[in-house]
């Protein structure tokens, strides 16, 4: 990135916004990432017609740095909490079921679309009133390593024996944790951090085919974010909002 845009592009913050040129064509460069790391995306105008142009040089300019083209790594989206839409929320859900309180703020004025709805939501928060059954949480977990996409939501028991009440959105294997994550909706009751959680997981991932694998509900992120996202530095703050 600073082969193509300068040293400048560095001291880019994070959600930072530049604009420059590749291959003679105006860009907008973000400080974003769907992987928790430090990473950038380049916007390109009037793509139909120059992505070939873009595409090529970025490629040149990686050369020397051996860049490869790869997706982002699903572990380590899910290690820094990153939502997928239709995998682990859709339009049914609320923020406040899926650790983004901080997306609704608390002193605005102005309106918004859902704003009434999501006020009361949180009124209702505030005194202990839950308006949903089910809390995402992410939690480790035995079994092999996992090591594809989920087909299915995998089912999640309250104790060994029981009846599933919740569902894993998002597992995969951390090699830098070396062990199985995940995320998932459980109900609330079974939600504080340190509880322990049963998971049906397929066969060839699971300890004993059959059962469940143990699993327990941490944290999120599962590790420090190496480009922190703004849910982290508000909870750093002792914040769960934005204001």
Do not use: C
Request: aromatic letters at 10%.
């Amino acid at each position: 990135m600073t082969d193509l845009f300068g040293d400048g592009i560095a001291e880019l913050p994070s959600y930072g916004l530049l604009a420059g040129q590749v291959a003679g064509h105006d860009v907008i460069i973000s400080q974003t990432g769907f992987s928790g790391e430090k990473g950038y995306e380049i916007y390109l105008y009037d793509a139909s017609q120059h992505a070939e142009d873009l595409w090529n040089a970025i490629l040149q300019a990686g050369e020397k740095h051996e860049l490869s083209v790869i997706a982002p790594a699903h572990h380590r989206r899910i290690a820094a909490g990153i939502l997928s839409w239709g995998q682990d929320m859709d339009q049914e859900v609320l923020p406040f079921q899926v650790n983004l309180a901080y997306h609704v703020p608390r002193e605005k004025e102005a309106q918004y679309i859902g704003k009434a709805a999501l006020e009361e939501a949180r009124d209702q928060l505030d005194v202990g009133v839950y308006p949903f059954t089910h809390q995402m949480v992410g939690m480790i977990m035995g079994g092999a390593p996992i090591d594809d996409y989920a087909p299915d939501f995998w089912l999640i028991s309250e104790t060994a024996d029981a009846e599933p009440t919740g569902y894993v959105t998002s597992p995969w294997f951390s090699p830098e944790l070396g062990q199985n994550i995940a995320m998932g909706f459980v109900p609330i009751e079974a939600s504080a951090i340190g509880t322990e959680l049963w998971v049906h997981l397929p066969e060839k991932y699971s300890d004993l085919p059959g059962s469940p694998v143990a699993a327990q509900v941490v944290p999120v992120p599962f590790r420090e974010s190496v480009n922190p996202n703004q849910r982290e530095i508000l909870q750093r703050r002792g914040l769960d909002t934005a204001v």
